[in-house]
C-alpha cells in the first residue's frame, strides 16, 4: 500500500475562491468558498484523503451556485478545466501540422497511421485542402505561443517555396504532391490535374496567412507578398469550362475535363464560389454563382429533418455530413452572414449540427454507444475503408467521427463541449499524440489509431475560432475576399 502524504495540523483551513464558471464565454458566476474543518485537539496530522474531500465539497457548492444562477451557465465544467481540455485538444491536433509535417514541403501528409500501414500511399503524399486547413491551425498555433513566432514564419515560408515550385494546372493546385518532389499524384486516374475545390481550401489559409503577415517585419511582408502572388496566379474563369456559368471541380492536361463535376449547391464547396468571384486578376462573373451554385434559386428547398428547419437544398440527400458545415467556415465566418439564398448561414449551419446530433440521440439503428454525449457523423475512415457518413439510415454505418462534432463547436458549444469531455475520459482508445484519431465503431469493437488530415484541420481551427474568432477574422479582413462577397449579394454585418 502506497503511504499518502499528511499534513500538521490541528485546523485545516480549505479555501476556494474566485471559483469561476463559464459557459460560452458569455456569462460567468463568481463565488468564494471557505471550508474550515476542526481537527479534534488530539489529532496530529490530517490525510490527503480529507483534504481532497474538501475541495470535492468546494467544486459541489460551485455546482450549486451554477443551478441557482443564470440558467445560460450550465458549463459541463469550470472555467479552468474547460479551457485546459480545450487547449489540449487544440494543442496535440495542431502538432499533427507541425510535427507531422511532410519533412521537405512542410505540408500536412493526407494521413498518418501510427501502426506504420499505408494500403493507400504514406505520410509522403501531401494534400492541398488538408495543408490550407493545417496552415491556419499552425497559424493558430503561432498566435497561442505553441510555437514562437520566428519558427513559425519559417515554417510558412518553407510552404511557400514549395507551393510556389510545385506541379499547379492554370495556377490550380493537384489534391496530392509527392511531398519530395512537388510532382503531383493521381486521387485517381483521371484526377491528375487541377483540383478547384482543394485549391479553395488552401487559399482559404493562405489569405489568413496574408492577413497575419501583412503588416509585420519586412520578412513577413516579403512572405504575404509571395502569397499574394501564388492567390493572383489561380485561374478561376479556365475552371468554367469554356465560359459556362458554373465551375467545374477538375481539369487535367491529359485527360482534359472527362471528370465532368460542375459543381452546385449545397455541400462544402460555398468558399470556391466565393474566392472564383473574389479574384482580382481572374475573378469569375456573380452569374456563375446565381446560376451556377445557386441554379437560379433551385438551392432553396425549405423542409425538415429530424423536427429540425433547414432552407437549403443539399445535394443527394435531405441533410448531409457534418464537413459541409465545416469546410468552407473556417476562414468564411457565418455569423450573421446572408445572402438572397440563406437567411442566416450561421443558423443553417448549426441546424444542419443539430439534425446530425438528433439523428445520433434517436439512433434508429441502434449502435453502440450512440447519445447526448457521442454523435457526429461525417467523411472519415469507416471499418470498411472510407464514407460520408450522413444522418439517414442508409449512410449511417454505426461510426462516430470525433471531427463532426468537434468542428461544430462554434455552432453547438454546449453539445460539442459534451462530447469532448466523454471522448477524452475514453482515453487512449481515441486519443493519441495528434489528436482524436479519426474515426471509431464501439459496435464493431474498432478503434483504428488512424489520422486524416482533412479531419484533423477543421478541430484545431474551429476550436481557434470558439475561442477567439482569429481564423474569421484573418480571412474576413483581406480586402479581396469582401469585394467578392460584395460582388455575390452577401450582406455581413462590421
Same mark, same amino acid.
Given at each position: ?49 480529507? =483534504? ?24 459541463? #465544467?469550470?472555467?479552468? #478545466?474547460?479551457?485546459? !481540455? ?20 512542410? =505540408? ?14 504514406? &505520410? ?61 499524384? *493521381?486521387?485517381? %486516374? ?39 502572388? !501564388? ?12 465560359? %459556362? ?16 463535376? &460542375? ?21 469569375? *462573373? ?15 428547398? *425549405? ?11 443539399? %445535394? ?9 458545415? %465545416? ?69 449511417? !454505418?454505426?461510426?462516430?467521427? &470525433? ?39 464501439? #459496435? ?51
Amino acid at each position: 500500500m502506497i503511504a499518502q502524504p499528511v499534513y500538521s495540523a490541528a485546523t485545516v483551513n480549505c479555501q476556494l475562491s474566485t471559483v469561476n464558471c463559464q459557459l460560452n464565454k458569455v456569462s460567468r458566476c463568481t463565488a468564494t468558498f471557505n471550508f474550515q474543518l476542526s481537527i479534534n485537539k488530539d489529532m496530529k496530522h490530517i490525510s490527503f484523503y480529507t =483534504l481532497l474531500c474538501c475541495l470535492l465539497l468546494a467544486t459541489g457548492a460551485c455546482q450549486n451556485n451554477k443551478k441557482s444562477g443564470d440558467k445560460k451557465d450550465a458549463s459541463l #465544467t469550470d472555467s479552468l #478545466t474547460t479551457d485546459a !481540455l480545450l487547449d489540449t485538444v487544440q494543442r496535440r491536433t495542431f502538432l499533427y501540422f507541425w510535427e507531422g509535417a511532410e519533412p521537405n514541403s512542410g =505540408l500536412a501528409p493526407e494521413r498518418i497511421h501510427m501502426d506504420g500501414k499505408y494500403p493507400a500511399g504514406g &505520410p509522403d503524399v501531401v494534400t492541398s485542402g488538408g495543408s490550407g486547413f493545417g496552415i491556419m491551425a499552425i497559424l493558430a498555433g503561432i498566435d497561442r505561443g505553441y510555437v514562437s513566432r520566428t519558427d513559425g514564419l519559417a515554417r510558412m515560408e518553407k510552404i511557400v517555396s514549395f507551393l510556389e515550385r510545385a506541379d499547379r494546372f492554370k495556377g490550380a493546385y493537384p489534391h496530392w504532391w509527392q511531398g519530395e518532389t512537388g510532382k503531383v499524384k *493521381p486521387f485517381g %486516374q483521371k484526377d491528375n490535374g487541377g483540383d478547384l475545390v482543394e485549391t479553395a481550401f488552401l487559399m482559404q489559409g493562405l489569405l489568413a496567412v496574408h492577413q497575419y503577415y501583412i503588416d509585420g517585419t519586412p520578412q513577413e511582408k516579403a512572405l504575404a507578398q509571395r502569397i499574394d502572388k !501564388l492567390w493572383r496566379e489561380v485561374d478561376w474563369n479556365w475552371y468554367r469550362k469554356g465560359g %459556362q456559368n458554373v465551375l467545374y471541380w477538375h481539369w487535367s492536361p491529359e485527360y482534359g475535363w472527362d471528370m465532368d463535376f &460542375p459543381v452546385h449547391g449545397y455541400n462544402e464547396c460555398l468558399i470556391m464560389y466565393i474566392l472564383a468571384a473574389a479574384s482580382p486578376t481572374h475573378g469569375v *462573373p456573380a452569374a456563375v454563382y446565381h446560376e451556377g451554385w445557386a441554379q437560379n434559386g433551385a438551392i432553396v428547398s *425549405p423542409h425538415k429533418v429530424e423536427g429540425i428547419d433547414l432552407h437549403l437544398r443539399y %445535394q443527394g440527400t435531405e441533410a448531409g455530413p457534418l464537413f459541409w458545415a %465545416q469546410y468552407s467556415f473556417l476562414g468564411l465566418d457565418p455569423v450573421g452572414l446572408k445572402d438572397e439564398y440563406c437567411p442566416s448561414y450561421f443558423n443553417e449551419m448549426r441546424n444542419l449540427t443539430l439534425v446530425n446530433r438528433a439523428y445520433c440521440i434517436r439512433n434508429p439503428k441502434h449502435y453502440k454507444g450512440f447519445g447526448p454525449d457521442c454523435w457526429g457523423l461525417t467523411a472519415s475512415y469507416s471499418v470498411n475503408g472510407y464514407a460520408a457518413h450522413s444522418p439517414n439510415e442508409r449512410e449511417d !454505418l454505426g461510426v462516430i467521427s &470525433p471531427t463532426a462534432a468537434l468542428s461544430s463547436i462554434v455552432y453547438t458549444p454546449e453539445y460539442s463541449l459534451q462530447v469532448m469531455q466523454h471522448l477524452y475520459n475514453m482515453g487512449d482508445k481515441v486519443f493519441g499524440p495528434y489528436g482524436f484519431y479519426d474515426a471509431f465503431s464501439e #459496435t464493431d469493437n474498432w478503434y483504428p489509431q488512424r489520422y486524416l488530415a482533412i479531419d484533423q484541420g477543421p478541430i484545431a481551427v474551429m476550436i481557434e475560432n470558439y475561442r477567439t474568432g482569429l481564423l474569421w477574422k484573418l480571412f474576413m479582413s483581406h480586402p479581396d475576399v469582401q469585394v467578392g462577397l460584395k460582388k455575390l449579394g452577401f450582406n455581413k454585418p462590421a
